[in-house]
């Protein structure tokens, strides 16, 4: 049994947290709040506030983490005088890797849109049905993960497939960081099966993508040209009463333009969530610019940190995953390495140590070129 658990993890975070610098900015940034004309500038305030919340929660999570290691050390010690306490300390121990994994997380999020709600895109590739489905066992792959992590999962957009599965989707993922951790997942997913649906039991291979970027708000300004957008209006087939079905209050928007690399883009915004179509088009109108925003981010990072086109492209042969339930169970992510033979557990959500590596290597990175 290992009793020092925090003799890697905790050194290595440790280095890299610097608490003491983290509480003077807690102080830094109360001050600042205490200023009677703090409110004067409303988008300013929440940013620090935001700020102030975040650093608040990573002293708080450090302090925690501390109260556990003492904790455990007094339990060691009465162990070693004889005491039937290995259950107590055992329980212990879990609950400071648990918190200690999670903190390391927390702190490896501190890009300026990693706070932000997602906007989490699924689009099935060729291949039918096979891919259709594919792209709603991820869809329930996501959604099982957002609720375990305890955040509000609204569906923007759902098209049934013609036989099972989808064909396009889209939900809004709201939570501390919900982009943050959901960023590591955007590209194309990759599933080697036996397929339910060939009467030959052959084994099939799909894919589909997943496209995740931040809701912005007011504090980033996206200009497009409306000429460029095409307004589309639809029936919607989610809830909502029998309204939904007379009414085309569905409303899908299509932006055809250049990046500012110069590539040509197409993007689509739809959305059938809320009653009436201008609702409906306002909320398109965020997630279009949501999207444009998260592709230029793409390529501000593309630029910055001179990373192959593979780690952030989302074309089709660049899949970022591999799900394969047979003939062995493993799911691979194919740009950190880091796999797993538990299928039916990540298939339920269970993404935090795929998103941790895909962080810690992105932390490396940054490091390295510094």
């Known amino acids: 049994m290992n009793l020092n658990p925090f003799s890697s993890g905790w050194i290595r975070l440790g280095g890299i947290f610097d608490y003491d610098k983290r509480k003077v900015r ?63 300390l055992q329980k212990e121990i879990s609950i400071f890797r648990n918190k200690l994994e999670d903190l390391e997380l927390q702190n490896m999020l501190s890009d300026v849109d990693d706070h932000r709600d997602a906007i989490v895109t699924f689009n099935p590739g060729a291949g039918g049905t096979e891919s259709q489905d594919w792209a709603e066992m991820l869809f329930r792959m996501y959604t099982r993960w957002a609720e375990k992590k305890g955040y509000k999962v609204s569906v923007v957009e759902y098209q049934d497939g013609d036989v099972a599965g989808l064909k396009s989707a889209t939900i809004e993922v709201s939570g501390p960081n919900a982009y943050g951790y959901l960023k590591s997942e955007s590209g194309v997913h990759r599933l080697v099966r036996i397929s339910p649906f060939d009467s030959n039991s052959r084994r099939h291979t799909s894919f589909s993508s997943v496209f995740v970027s931040p809701i912005i708000d007011d504090t980033i300004e996206v200009d497009i040209n409306e000429s460029d957008v095409e307004l589309q209006r639809f029936h919607s087939s989610g809830a909502g009463g029998q309204n939904v079905n007379k009414v085309e209050t569905g409303v899908r928007l299509i932006w055809t333009g250049k990046l500012s690399d110069g590539t040509e883009e197409r993007v689509v915004a739809e959305c059938q969530q809320e009653r009436s179509q201008l609702q409906n088009r306002e909320k398109a109108m965020v997630m279009l610019k949501s999207k444009i925003y998260e592709l230029e981010k793409n390529i501000k990072e593309r630029e910055r940190q001179k990373l192959e086109d593979s780690k952030s492209s989302n074309e089709w042969g660049s899949q970022i995953r591999s799900y394969v339930f047979h003939p062995y169970n493993m799911v691979k992510d194919h740009r950190t390495n880091f796999e797993t033979g538990d299928v039916q557990g990540v298939m339920d959500g269970d993404l935090d140590d795929f998103m941790k590596e895909y962080l810690l290597a992105g932390s490396s990175s940054t490091e390295a070129s510094a």
């Open 26 to 88: 807690v102080i830094e940034l109360q001050e600042l709040t205490q200023d009677p004309e703090f409110w004067n500038d409303p988008e300013k305030a929440q940013r620090i506030m935001r700020e102030l919340d975040h650093e608040k929660s990573l002293v708080e999570s450090w302090d925690k983490l501390d109260e556990l290691r003492e904790s455990i050390r007094v339990f060691k010690e009465f162990l070693d005088e004889g005491e039937d306490v290995q259950e107590d």
